[in-house]
């Protein structure tokens, strides 16, 4: 495995275990990081009060990684996320984030990417598209 992929394991094991396990160590400074659903996160001071707080909220259940793809000094990793909020919601998505590292292997900007798990085809049964009568999720 190689240094990037450890340390991204390492920021979703920090999730799993609610445990800063060297926040400092894996953002620049001045790191980016964009949620899926807008959230933006301008430095690293921000990503752990943001990391800090929303434990205090919920708990990450999953965070499973299924591949890796590399190409100079960016990453994209593919991952399957699952989450329970204190109050009894229960998220769960697919998704990617889009990694970019400093020459020391830094996070230096980190754009996250959402897709529903629950898909259908909506032409299965018709010609016209039959579509489920639910609240979307937009990523």
């Known amino acids: 495995m190689n240094e990037r992929e450890k340390i991204i394991r390492l920021w979703f094991d920090m999730w799993l275990t609610q445990q800063d396990l060297g926040i ?8 980016i990081y964009i949620e899926c659903w807008s959230p933006k996160y301008e430095n690293c001071q921000t990503v752990k009060h943001w990391f800090n707080e929303w434990n205090t909220r919920g708990k990450v259940l999953a965070w499973d990684i299924k591949q890796f793809f590399h190409k ?4 994209i990793v593919e991952w399957h996320f699952k989450n ?7 998220e769960e998505f697919d998704g990617i984030s889009l990694i970019v590292w400093t020459a020391d292997n830094k996070i230096k900007a980190l754009k996250e990417f959402g897709c ?10 018709s010609e016209t598209p039959l579509f489920r009568d639910e609240k979307v ?3």
Do not use: A, S
């Open 116 to 125: 529903n798990c629950n898909n259908y085809n909506p032409y299965k049964e």
């Open 137 to 139: 999720n937009w990523f």
């Open 72 to 75: 100079d000094n960016q990453t």
């Open 84 to 90: 329970k909020m204190n109050e009894g919601k229960v």
């Open 24 to 31: 400092d160590d894996i953002f620049l400074d001045n790191v």
